[in-house]
């Protein structure tokens, strides 16, 4: 299993801050991968899946906004 890593710009993610794994920008097959998990990216700039190991990161100076 190798070890990816994505960078993401704050518009890559969803309106809650994160992305799913599999995810197309990881050059994923999602038809044959595992089942589909929801990443937080934007609480600490990174997520690891638990499945793949791929690691979401957020690009260097990309900010998040969070509305409330």
Known sequence: M????????????????????????????LWNSHPKVYLDVAKTGEARCPYCGTVYRLKAGEVVAHSH
């Open 2 to 29: 190798s070890k990816m890593q994505v960078e993401l710009a704050a518009a890559d993610l969803n309106h809650q801050g994160g992305v799913f794994c599999p995810s197309p920008k990881a050059d994923m097959k």
